[in-house]
Nanobody, 125 residues
């Protein structure tokens, strides 16, 4: 069974930083691509960043390149998203998602099989 739990959201001022974690249970990350998506009120869910199932490559949305960093912490069974130089437009509920095994990273939320419950991130101006 695949279970994903996000943590680390909160309120931060523009220019500040937050670190999100996606904790796994079971075989959640084993040979699976994992991604972060976000959804702001009244908007569609959008891709933020992802790591390949091999763990060797990461992908980022243009809007977060150079500011957000995705990494895998095998010791903690977690995928972390370090968010720096945050902007008010980063405000959203952030979700961790995983694909079925051996599938490549994509940016479409409909192609991810497993989802966490989400964590709220609010950036004040």
């Amino acid at each position: 069974q695949v279970q994903l739990v996000e943590s680390g959201g909160g309120l931060v001022q523009a220019g500040g930083s937050l670190r999100l974690s996606c904790l796994r249970s079971g075989s959640a990350f084993s040979r699976r691509a994992v991604a972060w998506f976000r959804q702001a009120p009244g908007k569609d869910r959008e891709f933020v960043a992802a790591i390949s199932w091999e763990g060797g490559s990461t992908s980022y949305a243009d809007s977060v390149k150079g500011r957000f960093t995705l990494s895998s912490d095998d010791a903690k069974n977690a995928i972390t998203l370090q968010m720096n130089y945050m902007k008010p437009e980063d405000t959203a509920v952030y979700y961790c998602a995983a694909k079925r095994r051996y599938l490549a990273v994509t940016t479409q939320s409909s192609e991810y099989e497993y989802w966490g419950q989400g964590t709220q991130v609010t950036v004040s101006s």
